[in-house]
């Protein structure tokens, strides 16, 4: 599978399957005796088993949320919602699951996990979490986090990211999402020992990257320009989007108003009163039918919205690029003046500014017997810095090799689901019309009854 | 409906022409009026000129045409009409075709007016004359003067606020023709006013300006009579039947208000979100500019947003066009016979006043004297006419509400149907797989 070379501290590895003892041992445990019928079938390839293993045997569902209470880091009481994340494991035979874990985590945890994905698999697109706060709120909905339909919704999406994360190929198979789904205690803290804060790129580091190196992939930069304009995109759909549902909510719910007009005229006339009074119900119909209808497109809004942030993700796997090839350009240009160096002090001549044969010129010559020790040094560092460079310059093929891997399958998955979520969009506006269509015909029914 | 026939038989109380068929009962006729008028084919004679020195049957003065006071000329419309079937029409009357017309002093608009009928006081069977806003003006203001007992149809608005309504504009003279045009339908439909000298010039004559000219001079003999009344006549109590139609006819106008402000309201919130879907719908263009695979699906949802938009566009202007004017004229309709109710009230005051004033003369008189007579036939008439129209009123008002609610529902349904097929249009489109890039 894709793991670095597991030598150099300084090389980041996927913490889960080597520090924290034998992978197979946690899967055995949950899966029981199911596992042995799953590892005989399937392909030769030990990864594909694995994976269709994971997606055949485990079911995992976040099925409630509840309010609670406690106290935070500050010691202030905090209120704060928890989620239920359940797994079962089906058998294969029957088709009957059987639930193997159930634990309650808060949404800073997933924050957690997923900040830990990112730093351990740099070269994966990692699934979005649905987001903090609500944003792109049309008027009705509330931007409370506490409200119930914002709950429910990011509930939804926090099973979502699950899901995504366990039928990633890679992804899957890491054991600090294992025990995200097994262990309650204590997992914050097995999280922090990995150290992978430590471990995290600064921003500054990478921002100074972005700006200054020479030669990036190219699709990397396309790519990047790709999230940036898709990200732009999304935005201005979801805002522009909520505010065609605040207009929408605005003519439904006026129409509202003849209900309550027609029944008053209906009471002074005589023969036209019936059918006044029960278009007058129509309306009423017609202007309740709006919430529904709108709560359905909620759904299509945060289809979106999880791609709007799948573009980070793939800006966050095209930084990382660009800082690994900064630093494959730093090492190259490090590697290239010292060699330079060397050649000068071996040769005598001065090609180049050195402060060293600046003070040098000033305050006299070294000896030779210093001279050679520093062009010691110095082909020692170039030694190791050639090392360095041909394990940056592997290292960095590599990653673009498995980066780029699963670019491609991200944007079969891309492609695939925008396309379903527009044709659940397109099959919400059938049903709007239809209702419509619906409710005009009886009133004019009504109407025709006057 | 047709240009005469009455039905039924009100009673209007105890007097001397209770025996009396009334004609102007209202015929409450169950076709659809309103809308356009087929005229009749093969009713085309021709009349000699010496027909109109017959004795015509709404009175013999060309001033005189609709006094209620004589019993004989009541009895003459109700003979002509006799034998008449009721579903014939002898009258048809179209406004069309408006032109705009510059002249050094103003710019203004002329209609056609198109003039088919049998009657005896159209020398020719067919008539098409050229007509502006101010002349139906003065016809309005003529039928008002000369015909007080009865109810005239409104007019549309006289004054447009300029530079917020482009008085030149198509959708604005459409929606003045067809509010013209329903205005001469329903006198044209009215037994009485049908009848009335001033509208028959007004379809027929060449100079009406000039006509105009030699009418103001005149002064019909019950206008003057009832010039007379108003002022100084204060009403005890309405009777009840008077009472509860005025009471009717407030609710019915506050209840129209409130629709007119529903309506407006609805098409304004459906403008703003118009206006959002304009720029929703290009967004998807945009970002399938993006893509690849997706280009074609999202391009696909772009266009349709746009089709939405268009049909939401032919709503709003639908309703603005066709539904609210007929809702304004309404209220108009229920104002003009508020004022036709308080014309009323004036004259059964001055019949009430001068019948006390003749108890308290204690002079024992074998008879009412005249005047007091004529008033209380005036008053009785006047009561006749008012049922009359009402009960036509009501039965107009049921058939046009129909047609104007049965309507905004129609267009409701058209634009929903609009929708449906462009988002069922692209379903397939979404669908599709691509070929292998």
Known sequence: ?450 | MSGGPPRGLPSTGPHSLLDMPHPLAGSSSEEAVGGDSTPSPDLLTARSFGDKDLILPNGGTPAGTSSPASSSSLLNRLQLDDDIDGETRDLFVTVDDPKKHVCTMETYITYRITTKSTRVEFDLPEYSVRRRYQDFDWLRNKLEESQPTHLIPPLPEKFVVKGVVDRFSEEFVETRRKALDKFLKRITDHPVLSFNEHFNVFLTAKDLNAYKKQGMALLTRVGESVKHVTGGYKLRSRPLEFAAIGDYLDTFALKLGTIDRIAQRIIKEEIEYLVELREYGPVYSTWSALEGELSEPLEGVSACIGNCSTALEELTDDMTEDFLPVLREYILYSDSMKSVLKKRDQVQAEYEAKLEAVALRKEDRPKVPADVEKCQDRMECFNADLKADMERWQSNKRQDFRQLLMGMADKNIQYYEKCLMAWESIIPLLQEKQEAK
Request: negative net charge.
């Open chain 1, 1 to 450: 599978m894709e793991q670095a070379p597991p030598d150099a501290p300084r090389q980041l590895q996927p913490a889960p399957l080597e520090p924290l003892g034998l992978p197979d041992a946690g899967l055995q445990a949950a899966a029981g005796e199911e596992e042995e019928g799953a590892r005989e079938e399937g392909p030769a390839d030990g990864t594909m088993t694995e994976n269709n293993f994971w997606l055949k045997k485990i079911e995992i569902s976040v099925s409630e949320a509840e309010k609670r209470t406690g106290r935070n880091a500050m010691n202030m009481q905090e209120t704060y919602t928890a989620y239920l994340i359940e797994t079962r494991s089906v058998d294969h035979t029957d088709g009957q699951s059987v639930l193997t874990d159930s634990l309650w985590r808060r949404y800073s945890e997933f924050e957690l996990l997923r900040n830990y994905l990112l730093v351990y698999y740099p070269h994966v697109v990692v699934p979005p979490l649905p987001e903090k706060r609500a944003e792109f709120v049309w008027h009705k909905l509330s931007a409370d986090n506490m409200d119930p339909d914002f709950v429910e919704r990011r509930r939804i999406g926090l099973e979502n990211f699950l899901l995504r994360v366990a039928s990633h190929p890679i992804l899957c198979r890491d054991k600090i999402f294992y025990l995200f789904l097994t262990q309650e205690g204590n997992w914050k803290e097995t999280v922090n020992e990995t150290g992978f804060q430590l471990k995290a790129d600064s921003r500054l580091k990478a921002l100074n990257a972005t700006f200054r190196v020479k030669n990036p992939d190219k699709r990397f930069t396309e790519l990047k320009h790709y999230s940036d304009e898709l990200q732009s995109v999304i935005s201005h759909l979801l805002r522009v989007r909520a505010r065609v549902a605040d207009r929408l909510y605005g003519v439904y719910k006026v129409h509202g108003n003849y209900g309550r007009v027609f029944s008053e005229w209906s009471a002074i006339e005589k023969e036209m009163g019936d059918g006044l009074q029960s278009a007058g119900h129509h309306m009423d119909v017609y202007a309740s039918s709006i919430d529904d209808i709108l709560e359905d497109e909620e759904h299509y809004a945060d289809q979106l919205k999880e791609y709007l942030f799948y573009a980070e993700a793939l800006r966050a796997v095209c930084r990382k690029h660009e800082l690994m090839q900064y630093d494959l350009e730093m090492a190259a240009q490090d590697l290239a003046s010292k060699k330079q160096q060397c050649e000068e002090l071996a040769t005598g001549t001065v090609r180049t500014f050195s402060l060293k044969g600046m003070t040098t010129k000033l305050f006299g010559q070294e000896t030779p017997e210093q001279r050679e020790a520093r062009i010691k040094v110095l082909e020692e560092q170039i030694n190791e810095g050639e090392q360095q460079l041909k394990s940056k310059n592997l290292e960095g093929r590599e990653f673009v090799k498995n980066a780029w891997a699963d670019i491609e399958r991200f944007k079969e998955q891309k492609n695939h689901d925008l396309k379903e979520a527009l044709i659940s969009y397109a099959v919400m506006q059938i049903s709007m019309c239809k209702k419509g269509i619906q409710v005009w015909t009886n009133a004019k029914e009504c109407f025709s009854k006057m």
